[in-house]
């Protein structure tokens, strides 16, 4: 069996978000890719494909350990364990897990969810027990909390229910209708700027300490509620642009997101970095017609450039 398993972009709202605003969230289409077989070995199997890295556990061994000790393989590791002890199953055959992503890690794509969510219905899965959204969702929050001491919804209800959510107070709404129908026909590049220089937590803490922070969630509030309303692209883009405009009052763009940014608003139709800052991605709504000089004037700055569209 193979599993596909969206990332996620936020569209607008971070930072925001932390303190009771809302945030609008997007599926993507550059997935995590995981494939469950069975093996005659009495072992679980764990391949990372893209960093040529394996790891074997007895049958019996996963019930008992602590997947914070297994460094790149505990996301999974913890998916596989936790959805065992919740289907009250004790793994009786072997198997193995292939993992392969396309989701550039550590930039607010939400990679480690997307492998998450992937694992857990990749083993409910391969003992024919279908979970509900709401369960897998579930799940792959515990999971996330379990690893990182913390989590939001965010990231595991976005690459769960797919589409577009928008997230407040650790709670979701799914968002279907004109703007979702508007948001499929929407082409973006997701541009890979730079390493973070910082963890989502400590841009958190630095956000917290400006005055006027929440005259701009405020105006960041004001761009979703146009958001929501638009129908075009144009008008989309400049939005988007807005957000970045506020999102750069609380200090978290840089040198290099602000000129993909700029680049972004001269050859697409509107750009701004998504998730926490610091560095990593921006997300560009395309112009078709000027998009060979758009990925021209990306191609002079050292990035990797991802083309996707919305999953649902
Ligand atoms: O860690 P990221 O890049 O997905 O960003 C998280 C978004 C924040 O609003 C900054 C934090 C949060 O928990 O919502």
New binding site residues.
């Given amino acids: 069996m193979i599993i596909e398993t969206p990332s ?1 972009v ?1 569209l607008f ?6 303190y009771g605003y809302r ?1 609008i969230s997007m599926a993507i289409d550059l997935t995590s890719t995981i494939e469950i077989k069975e093996t005659q070995e009495d072992e679980i199997i764990l391949n990372l494909n893209d960093l040529n890295k394996s790891l074997g556990l007895n049958l019996n061994e996963i019930k008992n350990i602590n997947p914070n000790n297994f460094g790149d393989f505990k996301y999974c590791l913890c998916a596989i364990k936790n959805t065992l002890d919740y289907l009250n199953i004790e793994p009786k055959t072997g198997f193995k897990i292939n993992i392969s992503s396309k989701i550039p890690i550590s ?4 990679s480690s969810a997307s492998i998450t969510i992937g694992t857990i219905k990749a083993v409910s899965g391969f003992y024919n027990k279908e979970l509900k959204d709401d369960e897998i969702a579930k799940l792959g929050y515990m999971v996330e909390k379990e690893i990182q001491g913390k ?2 919804i ?2 595991t209800s976005t690459i769960t229910y797919k589409g577009i959510l928008e ?1 407040k107070n650790n709670k979701f709404r799914k968002i279907k209708g004109e703007f979702e129908e508007f948001l499929k026909n929407c082409k973006f590049l997701i541009v890979y700027a730079e390493k ?1 220089k910082k ?2 937590a400590e ?2 803490n630095e ?1 917290a300490k400006i005055e006027n922070k929440d005259e701009i969630f405020k105006e960041i509030d004001k761009v979703i509620d146009e958001a929501l309303k638009i129908k075009n692209k144009e008008d989309f883009g400049k939005l988007m642009t807005k957000n970045h405009e506020l999102l750069k009052k609380l200090n ?1 763009s840089t040198p290099k997101l602000d000129r993909i940014v700029d680049i972004g608003n001269r050859f697409g139709f509107g750009a701004k970095l ?4 610091g560095g ?1 991605c921006v997300i560009i709504l395309v112009n078709e017609e000027k998009e060979k000089e758009l990925l021209k004037e990306l191609n002079k700055e050292d990035v990797r450039i991802f083309n996707c569209r919305m999953m649902n």
């Fill in positions: 996620k936020i709202g971070e930072h925001a978000v932390v945030a930039c607010g794509l939400g989590a939001s965010t990231d997230i973070r963890k989502t841009l958190v956000v978290i998504t998730g926490a800052g990593g």
